[in-house]
């Protein structure tokens, strides 16, 4: 499943893949983060809300396409060891 995230409201879009991946059992949920150029702590929250809701399940999120500076910030949070990634 891909869902596109917002540059403008990168939280809200987070928020809004919620419920596709409430429906994943297995598989894989692809964030599309090409336009995405900054990420403030609102969406660290929520993609780390996200990270924790997968649990035990064997679902997979995948970052698509994250910036340098997107990526750092994740990997200072400590949420890049929980992603998968992909260009």
């Known amino acids: 499943t891909l ?8 939280a809200s ?8 991946l409430d429906q ?12 995405v ?3 403030d702590t609102a969406g660290v929250r929520a993609l780390g809300d996200l ?5 035990d399940r064997t679902v997979r ?7 340098v500076d997107v990526y ?6 400590g949420l890049a060891d929980r992603l998968s990634f992909m260009s």
Do not use: M, Y
């Open 72 to 77: 750092k910030v994740l990997k200072l949070t």
């Open 51 to 55: 990270v924790t809701s997968v649990g």
């Open 13 to 20: 879009s987070l928020s809004d893949a919620r419920p596709a």
């Open 37 to 39: 150029r900054r990420i």
């Open 24 to 35: 994943l059992h297995e598989g894989e949920l692809l964030l599309d983060f090409s336009t």
């Open 61 to 67: 999120l995948t970052a698509r396409a994250v910036c």
């Open 3 to 10: 869902h596109r995230i917002d540059p403008g409201d990168v």
